[in-house]
């Protein structure tokens, strides 16, 4: 893996091309300032979190074929797994105690703007910005943030469409950029477009972002009785890929993709191959 | 720089023009492409270049230019360039230490909220683009990547029309130099402030570049046409001129529609 220039795929099982073992293969290679959403109903959390570990799990050496490839929903990660690997989390009321903001700081006290000075002193203690020689880079920090612009951290654009702190979401996701340009890290981050009464923050954390994948759920909607999509359990939407020292990005070709997700397996799939077998048997009956 | 688009807009870097503010506007797309077209543009004419460029990172830039022939570094070397990383600043201005932040005022303070206008944005424009006795350059050039992060940084719409204005007056009419803009839009958005910024922008614009994905979806050989609009004013009559081309293989395609309103 070349450092610096990391870029995350997903894997696409297209029945054209369908794989020997019939399973998905996730290759992984990560943009040093991959910034990646997805919004979804509340039930789809869960196959975000998947994404998540799918993308940033810690494969040892001898896996490194079968990188983030088994696991199970039902089941938590084993602990042996946390000792075994190097990790900082964030939880704000310890956080407040531990390592209180400078007062000189003009910003007002909120928790994503403590949430940037952890990542900031995160990146800075552990090297990932270079600036310690000393320290030798063997890795690059994956960082993952769950629920931003929910009232959990603070904001009140999930709860009104007039929200006091409509800039928070925004300013965030510019300063996060800029820690992760400077240094060796990427970010994954849920946002819960479905709650976000105002558009028009979801339009600008678009243009802030390198890639905005939306995952949308079939479940409340005339879709889940559809019998074209049956098969799937909601829609994979690529609104937006990186395109980081380049004139262009390399789009892709397929554009409609679907997912299945079960207890052991999650599979996106092209959706025009299922609009072609619905219509084939029809065709000739 | 796209030989092509030159061709297009009967522009050449041996003669620039002077006093232009040139619009940028992207809709379905990716517009960026046009700003590395005139950040090379520019150099390449011999002006004195100030790049506000508040997206990505420097290097990225730098990586696009060399790749269009023209080295950012060099051109920061010579004094050429003044190139403001806004991410960078950004990161100066919220984690930077108290002794530094007592020496000159950052060009983004109105983001920590001590300021609501841009005036510290346009104080550093206008202090690198005022010719000093020795510069040799021809006219200066302001160059904006992406207008409508200001709003998502916490600008209003009129503090970043008055920026825009200000840079004009000094920039365009005082200095005779140009102005060249990005600025996304989309038919059916819902970000009032930045559409409002964008017509307003509109009608102030001397040339509009305006890229669009193409209606009909996505394609693999054509990603989308640019259409371009010149406002000449001359007298009590505006003329508009459009054509259209396709972005991929710059083949053009003919739709020129010029019309004329009469004195009104």
């Known amino acids: 893996m070349q450092l610096g220039t990391v870029r995350v795929e997903f894997c696409v099982k297209n ?28 039930e789809w959390e869960k196959p975000l ?24 929903v039902s089941k938590t990660m084993s602990p042996e797994l946390f000792q075994s690997i190097k990790w900082h989390s964030f939880y704000l009321p310890e956080e407040l105690s531990l390592h209180p903001l400078p007062l000189h700081l003009p910003c007002k006290l909120t928790p994503t703007r403590q949430l940037l000075q952890s990542i900031q002193r995160i990146i800075y203690q552990e090297g990932f910005d270079g600036s310690d020689p000393q320290k030798k880079l063997k890795n690059i920090l994956r960082i993952g943030i769950q629920s ?49 009464q105002n558009k028009a923050i979801m339009e600008r954390v678009t243009n802030l972002s390198d890639m905005v994948v939306g995952l949308e759920s079939f479940i409340g909607s005339e879709r889940e009785t559809n019998p074209l999509y049956k ?42 191959t299922v609009l072609f077998h619905y219509l084939e048997p029809k065709r000739w009956s | 720089m796209f030989t092509e688009l030159n061709e297009l807009l009967d522009a050449s870097p041996q003669r620039p023009e002077t006093g232009k503010f040139t619009l940028l506007r992207d809709t379905r797309t990716d517009g960026s492409f046009l700003v590395h077209h005139f950040l090379s543009f520019y150099l390449r004419a011999g002006c004195k270049v100030c790049f506000v460029a508040l997206l990505q990172s420097f290097s990225h830039y730098n990586i696009v230019a060399q790749k269009l022939g023209v080295s950012l570094t060099a051109a920061k070397e010579r004094g050429q360039l003044v190139f403001l990383e806004g991410l960078k600043s950004c990161l100066d201005l919220l984690f930077g230490e ?64 008055d920026f825009i204005h200000y840079c004009r007056v000094t920039v365009c009419y005082q200095l005779k130099g140009n102005i060249v803009v990005l600025v996304h839009s989309n038919e059916d958005s819902e970000d009032e402030e930045n559409e409002l910024i964008v017509n307003s922008l509109c009608h102030h614009s001397d040339l509009i570049l305006w890229v669009e994905g193409l209606a009909t979806g996505f394609c693999k050989d054509v ?35 010029p019309w004329e309103m009469a004195q009104g």
């Open chain 1, 15 to 42: 029945s054209h091309y369908r794989m020997s073992t019939g399973e998905p293969k996730l290759s992984s290679k990560y943009y040093n300032v991959v910034l990646l959403e997805a919004y979804t109903s509340a």
């Open chain 1, 49 to 72: 979190r998947l994404l998540s570990i799918l993308l940033f799990s810690q494969a040892s050496p001898t896996t490194s074929t079968k990188f983030g490839h088994y696991y199970d």
């Open chain 1, 148 to 196: 931003l612009g929910s009232m959990l951290w603070g904001d009140d654009i999930c709860s009104s469409d007039t929200p006091e702190h409509i800039h928070s979401l925004t300013k965030f996701l510019y300063v996060l950029r800029g820690l992760l340009r400077k240094s060796l890290s990427a970010c994954i981050i849920t946002v819960p477009a479905h709650l976000i």
């Open chain 1, 231 to 272: 098969d799937y359990h909601g829609l994979v939407h690529v609104q937006q890929i990186p395109r980081l020292n380049s004139l262009i990005c390399d789009v892709s070709d397929t554009k409609d993709l679907a997912f299945r997700l079960k207890r052991k397996l999650f599979t996106i799939e092209v959706r025009e």
């Open chain 2, 98 to 161: 108290e002794e530094k932040q007592s020496g000159q005022p950052s060009p983004l303070q109105f983001i920590s909220e001590s300021a609501s206008d841009l005036k510290a944005l346009f104080d550093f424009v206008r202090t690198f683009l005022t010719p000093a006795g020795s510069d040799s350059w021809k006219g200066p050039v302001l160059l904006v990547d992406d207008l409508s992060v200001l709003l998502s940084l916490g600008a209003t719409p009129v503090a970043v029309l």
């Open chain 2, 223 to 257: 990603h989308g046409q640019v259409m371009h609009r010149r406002a000449r004013r001359g007298g009590t009559c505006w003329c508009h001129t459009q054509r259209c081309l396709q972005a991929q293989g710059w083949a053009r395609r003919a739709a020129s529609a």
